[in-house]
Nanobody, 123 residues
Framework: QVQLVESGGGLVQPGGSLRLSCAAS????????IGWFRQAPGKEREGVSC????????YYADSVKGRFTISRDNAKNTVYLQMNSLKPEDTAVYYC????????????????WGQGTQVTVSS
């Protein structure tokens, strides 16, 4: 059974950092593109960052460029999202998703989703 589990969310002050993890089970991440998405209350889901399965290409939304970094550790079957210089507008539920293709396009139809982890940036 394909399963994605996010962790690492929490409450952080503006300017702080968090690292989200997306652990996969039931399949090997090596052949999957992974995306991080977020949804704030009353807003549409947004593609934050995506990473391809094999060529290492990445995508970042303009709102997070220079602050967030996506990476993957295939040996641990885990993808990370390092979030620095966090802002209150980064507050949202963050989801990871996987698709069996080599693409860093966050507009891709990701078929498998995790349950999400809450990130709250507030003083």
């Amino acid at each position: 059974q394909v399963q994605l589990v996010e962790s690492g969310g929490g409450l952080v002050q503006p300017g702080g950092s968090l690292r989200l993890s997306c652990a996969a089970s039931g399949f090997t991440l090596d052949y999957y593109a992974i995306g991080w998405f977020r949804q704030a209350p009353g807003k549409e889901r947004e593609g934050v960052s995506c990473i391809s399965s094999s060529d290492g290409s990445t995508y970042y939304a303009d709102s997070v460029k220079g602050r967030f970094t996506i990476s993957r550790d295939n040996a641990k079957n885990t993808v990370y999202l390092q979030m620095n210089s966090l802002k209150p507008e980064d507050t949202a539920v963050y989801y990871c998703a996987a698709v069996d293709m080599n693409s860093s396009d966050c507009q891709t139809d990701f078929g498998s989703w995790g349950q999400g982890t809450q990130v709250t940036v507030s003083s």
